[in-house]
């Protein structure tokens, strides 16, 4: 599974952006799919997750009440809506894919699954956050 993200970009704090990821290649509906996002000088981040039916979602406590994860499987596409946005928002976002039932159980279940988890990675878009 290919991933191209889209959607990034200079946004005040306050303001909102919608993240796309849109992916090429077979089954998509199968793929538990999960943002994360990378500050210089920091570790990748996991933001949100959702599983391959687009019912279950989680999301990190940072995001919890300002972003939403949303999939439209006819269109192998992934959304990430992000309202109120803050400074420390800004980073480079990534989408990633994950066929395994595990990762798809922990997304639902448990919580955000770590960038390990995931095999097909997007090149990025950079969102900042800043007056």
């Known amino acids: 599974l290919q991933l191209v993200e889209s959607g990034g970009g200079l946004v005040q704090p306050g303001g909102s952006l919608r993240l796309s990821c849109v992916a090429s290649?077979?089954?998509?509906?199968?793929?538990?799919i999960g943002w994360f996002r990378q500050a210089p000088g920091k570790e990748r981040e996991g933001v949100s997750c959702v599983s391959s039916s687009g019912y279950n979602r989680n999301y990190a406590d940072s995001v919890k009440g300002r972003f939403t994860i949303s999939r439209d499987n006819a269109k192998n596409t992934v959304y990430l809506q992000m309202n109120r946005m803050k400074p420390e928002d800004t980073a480079v976002y990534y989408c990633?894919?994950?066929?395994?039932?595990?990762?798809?159980?922990?997304?639902?279940?448990?919580?955000?699954?770590?960038?390990?988890?995931?095999?097909?990675w997007g090149q990025g878009t950079q969102v900042t956050v800043s007056s």
């Open positions: 990633a894919a994950s066929p395994r039932a595990t990762v798809e159980a922990f997304c639902i279940l448990t919580g955000l699954p770590p960038p390990s988890d995931f095999g097909s």
């Open positions: 290649g077979s089954s998509f509906d199968s793929y538990s």
